[in-house]
């Protein structure tokens, strides 16, 4: 698979690197030296060019690419310019950052194929984190759905999912997998002692989580459901096993 991502700040440089982490080809373009020289040990191709003469594009095989991102952070004319000219060059799929509601209308007349406001996302998944109990990361998938990364509840620890399988069925909220510490990680051993540590600190996936599955209480559980379900759930199963509770 091969990609062009043109514009380096933040948000392209995390593309880059995830794209290239997935084994793509990936053609990054900045018009700052400094941004290339970020990404250019881990892409196929770096290079600095002033996008916003759209010329040279003509020899990088646009046509070839199954992406085009234009990542711009900054530019709104630039921005349109390259994502016109990408059309013009037979660019298979268009990917434009939008950095204005004007600009976002834009880009849909024009039928781009994907439209993202990182900023817009990465809000929507703070405010989903910050509401709910013991929540870390969290993604808005529309219409009150989320997914959403959490600390085990105290109510889950030691328990299989097949001994709390009717709580997850009262909620409708669905384990989507685990993200446990590996035991003969350096970090993990770290993280025992130091909870400001990133939760994907030294983590691995479990993939499809067995019914005998034990949770553990340093577990980072993966959840899909309706975000007000998923609030209940996990102040229930906090709340299941507390001190209070117990008496």
């Known amino acids: 698979m091969k990609y062009c ?43 600095a060019i002033d996008y916003t003469d759209p010329t040279p594009f003509e020899h990088y095989a646009i046509r070839d690419m199954d992406a085009v991102i234009v990542a711009l952070g900054d530019n709104f004319e630039a921005s349109m310019v390259l994502v016109m000219r990408m059309k013009e060059l037979g660019a298979k799929q ?22 993202i406001v990182p900023e817009e996302f990465a809000a929507r998944g703070l405010a989903h984190s910050l509401m709910m109990r013991g929540v870390v990361g969290g993604y808005d998938l529309g219409d009150n759905h989320v997914i959403i990364e959490a600390k085990t509840p105290r109510g889950l620890v030691g328990k299989t999912l097949l001994d709390v399988a009717e709580k997850f069925k009262k909620h409708d909220v669905l384990l989507v997998t685990v993200k446990r510490l590996a035991p003969s990680s350096v970090i993990g051993k770290v993280l025992g002692q130091d909870e400001t540590m990133s939760p994907d600190a030294g983590r691995h996936t479990l993939g499809k989580p067995a019914l005998d599955c034990k949770f553990n209480v340093k577990d980072i559980l993966v959840l899909f459901g309706a975000q007000k379900k998923l609030s209940r759930f996990l102040d229930e199963m906090s709340a299941s096993d507390s001190p209070k509770a117990e008496k």
């Open 94 to 115: 268009i990917v434009a950052r939008v950095l204005s509601p004007m600009h976002e209308r834009l880009l849909k007349i024009l039928k781009i194929d994907r439209v």
């Open 5 to 47: 991502v043109i514009g380096l700040g933040v948000f392209g440089r995390s593309i880059c690197k995830h794209l290239s982490s997935l084994g793509a080809e990936v053609l990054a373009i900045d018009n700052r030296d400094e941004n290339v020289a970020y990404v250019k040990d881990f892409v196929t191709a770096a290079i």
